[in-house]
């Protein structure tokens, strides 16, 4: 809560009559000027307002925002946790289910204290008052249950309205602030914290660098097995064609040697053949009728009973 004071101008008035640019408050159609925050003061309710606000549980916070329980009644906590206004551009009706004030050195302790009993009358669940002079605390007030002190090492909570529990320490120290916040903000996607995030990367990592892997593995393997493959096709097509060479080469030396000894038969015999006919011999390739020849070639006496 900002520095305060009651002033009697224009007498009683109501919320209604209260501009956004006035800077006052109303109780009990009173008004109650509210001075713009020192550089402590707005510090801290920034970083308040942010771990509130991304809390995964909170559908809407507002900073300074006028509540209006009653037409001579306008409250503007520093902090708020909310259910959704209309956002009509006016105040609101009835009371936040959170509030949460910073005092300060000079702060109007018996207006701070009207304050939080409206509130809470209102309809507000939890007050918290952060010191920010002297020791670090907060003070918790609810409707039915005394005053409770927190400590920097303490917690708050404020079940209904926060999912999180907040370190007092939050609430003053901005680095413990961003680290809730930001635990908030995981949580609001999904995550726990911020390790779930890191497993959750690591394991994506994986799974993409399994798939990554495996289609390299996959083109080097093709690669290393064609030329494995044509290193040993070439080796297995050679000896086949070595094989078959050497099957077609004995062949064509046993046809050869068969026309050769069918030659030395005629001749033996007595048997001219002229050049043609000796032309067909050495062309044939025919080893069945080479042996034919050569069966008749054996018994006859003329070259026209052998061909």
Not at 146 to 166: Q, W
Not at 292 to 306: F, P
Request: aromatic letters at 4%; a neutral charge.
């Amino acid at each position: 809560m900002r520095l305060e004071q009651r002033t009697s101008i224009d007498g009683p008035c109501t919320a209604e009559q209260i501009r956004e640019e006035d800077r006052h408050e109303l109780s009990g159609g009173q008004r109650i000027y509210c001075a713009p925050a020192g550089d402590r003061h707005s510090r801290h309710n920034l970083g308040g307002g942010l771990l509130l606000d991304t809390d995964p549980d909170v559908q809407w916070a507002g900073v300074d925002t006028g509540f209006t329980p009653k037409p001579d009644t306008l409250r503007a906590p520093d902090l708020c946790v909310a259910a959704p206004p209309e956002e009509t551009g006016k105040w609101v009706p009835g009371a936040p289910l959170l509030a949460v004030e910073y005092a300060d050195r000079g702060q109007n302790e018996p207006d701070l204290q009207i304050k939080i009993k409206e509130l809470l009358a209102a309809g507000t669940r939890y007050v918290w008052v952060v010191r920010l002079a002297g020791p670090q605390w907060v003070e918790v007030y609810t409707r039915d249950s005394p005053m409770r002190r927190l400590a920097a090492t303490d917690t708050l909570e404020a079940p209904g309205v926060l999912r999180n529990p907040v370190p007092v320490r939050a609430l003053f120290d901005r680095s413990a602030a961003h680290r809730l916040t930001l635990k908030n903000l995981l949580q609001r996607e999904g995550y726990e914290d911020l390790e779930a995030v890191l497993r959750e990367g690591a394991r994506k990592g994986r799974a993409k660098g399994l798939v990554e892997g495996e289609a390299k593995g996959k083109a080097t393997g093709r690669a290393e097995g064609l030329k494995e493959g044509e290193t040993k096709g070439k080796a297995k097509g050679k000896a086949e064609g070595l094989a078959e060479g050497e099957a077609k080469g004995k062949a064509t030396g046993r046809l050869e040697a068969r026309i050769e000894a069918l030659l030395d038969i005629l001749m033996a015999r007595g048997i001219d053949v002229d050049a043609t006919t000796r032309t067909r011999i050495r062309r044939c390739r025919d080893q069945e009728q080479i042996g034919i020849w050569l069966a008749k070639a054996a018994v006859a006496n003329r070259a026209e009973e052998v061909f």
